[in-house]
T-cell receptor
Framework: TQLLEQSPQFLSIQEGENLTVYCNSS?????LQWYRQEPGEGPVLLVT?????EVKKLKRLTFQFGDARKDSSLHITAAQPGDTGLYLC???????????FGQGTRLTINP | EAQVTQNPRYLITVTGKKLTVTCSQN?????MSWYRQDPGLGLRQIYY???????DKGDVPEGYKVSRKEKRNFPLILESPSPNQTSLYFC?????????????FGPGTRLTVT
């Protein structure tokens, strides 16, 4: 059983559309992070959210941490082919010293 | 340039033949970690190290060993590889406190055990 459940696991949409990826848990996290991984490379950190209800924007990407710090979402506006990749959420469970990762969402943006 | 390097990038080996995957970071981080990535399972932690000579098991340590004799290097050792260890392996160098960690990943090592 995954501590962090991501949905959907696969998403294929057309360029210009909007999308949202979810990362859910029944546990409370001190923080949640989102990474993007491209083929042949390691994951790269996009953002860390720490406060319940926090919203962070990175150009066309909007990240939100749930009020109860149990879930997070990633919203992409006007998706572009360059957004294609594997998106991973990762969280630091309250009181723990390490990150746990979701299983990932493989996103494909078609031109 | 801040980076994490892993070698080799690709390895095909046979069951039982000992192998080592090296990992090196130039950011002077104390905390390093090894993960394996398998389809549908995400990244699972194998071992981590909080500092030189301090290592501990992650979620899937069986069949693996690590050492941390110096801060920059954190090799992963498979004493007797088996086919279920076929996977994509990532080393990470970690900065920051537990609730605000920034993980810097290496490029990955794709291991196939036949």
């Amino acid at each position: 059983t995954q501590l962090l459940e991501q949905s959907p696991q696969f998403l294929s949409i057309q360029e210009g559309e909007n999308l949202t990826v979810y990362c859910n848990s029944s546990s409370v996290f001190s923080s949640l992070q989102w990474y993007r991984q491209e083929p042949g490379e390691g994951p790269v950190l996009l953002v860390t959210v720490v406060t319940g209800g926090e919203v962070k924007k990175l150009k066309r990407l909007t990240f939100q941490f749930g009020d109860a710090r149990k879930d997070s979402s990633l919203h992409i506006t006007a998706a572009q082919p360059g957004d294609t990749g594997l998106y991973l959420c990762a969280g630091a469970p309250a009181g723990a010293q390490k990150l746990v990762f979701g299983q990932g969402t493989r996103l494909t943006i078609n031109p | 340039e801040a980076q994490v390097t892993q070698n080799p990038r690709y390895l095909i080996t046979v069951t039982g033949k000992k192998l080592t995957v090296t990992c090196s970071q130039n950011m002077n981080h104390e905390y390093m970690s090894w993960y394996r990535q398998d389809p549908g399972l995400g990244l699972r932690q194998i071992y981590y190290s909080m500092n030189v000579e301090v290592t501990d098991k992650g979620d899937v340590p069986e069949g693996y060993k690590v050492s941390r004799k110096e801060k920059r290097n954190f090799p992963l050792i498979l004493e007797s590889p088996s086919p279920n260890q076929t996977s994509l392996y990532f080393c990470a160098s970690i900065h920051g406190p537990a609730n605000k960690q920034e993980q810097y990943f290496g490029p990955g090592t794709r291991l196939t055990v036949t």
